[in-house]
């Protein structure tokens, strides 16, 4: 079984195989975007949850990029 460190190893390795951060980054948004206009006023909790696990992500993500650059 893999350790979370083995599986983010694993994670950022494909981010950078498929063009980087700043490309997930943008993939995510979209996502996040598409996920945004299905949103109703009831029963869309889900959608929320995902659009804000998708919000932290890119932050992470953001801040990753940030720290690389500095």
């Known amino acids: 079984m893999s ?3 083995e599986w983010s190893t694993i994670i950022d390795d494909r981010i950078e195989e498929e063009g980087g951060k700043q490309h997930h980054i ?3 948004n979209t996502e ?5 206009s299905r949103l109703e006023p009831h029963g869309m909790g889900h959608l929320h949850t995902t659009i804000h696990v998708l ?3 890119i932050e992470e ?3 990753e990029l940030k720290e690389y650059r500095d």
């Open 55 to 57: 919000k932290h992500r």
């Open 61 to 63: 993500l953001e801040n």
């Open 32 to 36: 996040m975007e598409v996920f945004a």
């Open 3 to 5: 350790t979370n460190k």
């Open 26 to 28: 943008d993939v995510l």
